[in-house]
């Protein structure tokens, strides 16, 4: 069964500062998937990671993917206060439906 | 190119009621899954309906029942509301099922 663990669960940076998100997933995975929700909101695609090594990047942020350590990582660069949100990993393979992590609240503060 | 659509976005429900949550997938998606947020329990998967067949189910009760249409539609049913079915239910949408999931905006629903 695939499980998908975050950390840390709460994050509070200040803005400028870098900072990684860690998510560990348990057996072999496909794809691995980064989504943003902010409060009351819905989930916002950010990264899709399929492959050993891949790395992606957008404005601040930067995701990569370890298939032999099971591990993704989302690296914020120069947090500023407009990235203060939950952001969830998740994995799926094959067919089987994406499962997520519980989530890293992130709080950007100056 | 229009995004998810889940009607309604809120509803509020008495016990024991039942209710009914819509999902229309991007056009050209044939896989629809549904998800339950809930703060203590994150988001668990319900279902994955793919050409109108159920192909993935989670670990929930069957109060819990969905169906999709010929128009990849999709509708979720929670029959015999309980106080811990107040949640936010989303819906994501994707060609085969496999990568590239769109979310919808969720439906907010608040049973008392």
């Known amino acids: 069964e695939l499980k998908v663990e975050q950390n840390p669960l709460f994050l509070s940076m200040q803005e400028g500062k870098n900072y990684t998100i860690y998510c560990n997933y348990s057996t072999t995975s496909d794809r691995l998937y980064w989504y943003r929700q902010d409060p009351g909101k819905s989930l916002e695609s950010l990264f899709v990671?399929?492959?050993?090594?891949a790395v992606k990047q957008e404005g601040r942020l930067m995701a990569s993917l370890d298939t032999k350590a099971r591990l993704s990582t989302l690296h914020i660069t120069a947090a500023v206060h407009d990235l203060s949100a939950t952001y969830f990993c998740a994995a799926d393979s094959g067919n089987t439906p994406l499962v997520f992590g519980k989530g890293t609240r992130l709080s950007v503060i100056a | 190119k229009a995004g998810v659509t889940q009607t309604p976005r809120y509803l509020i429900k008495t016990r024991g009621q039942q209710v009914t949550l819509s999902c229309s997938p991007i056009?050209?998606?044939?896989?629809v899954s549904w998800y339950q947020q809930t703060p203590g329990q994150g988001l668990q998967f319900l279902f994955e309906?793919?050409?109108?067949?159920?192909?993935n189910k989670g670990n929930f009760p069957g109060r819990f029942s969905g169906r999709q249409f010929s128009n990849s539609r999709s509708e979720m049913n929670v029959s015999t509301l309980e106080l811990g079915d107040s949640a936010l239910y989303l819906c994501?949408?994707?060609?085969?099922?496999?990568?590239?999931?769109?979310f919808g905006s969720g439906t907010r629903l608040t049973v008392v």
């Open positions: 309906y793919f050409s109108e067949t159920q192909r």
């Open positions: 990671l399929l492959s050993n090594g």
């Open positions: 994501a949408s994707s060609w085969a099922g496999q990568g590239g999931y769109t």
């Open positions: 056009s050209g998606h044939r896989s």
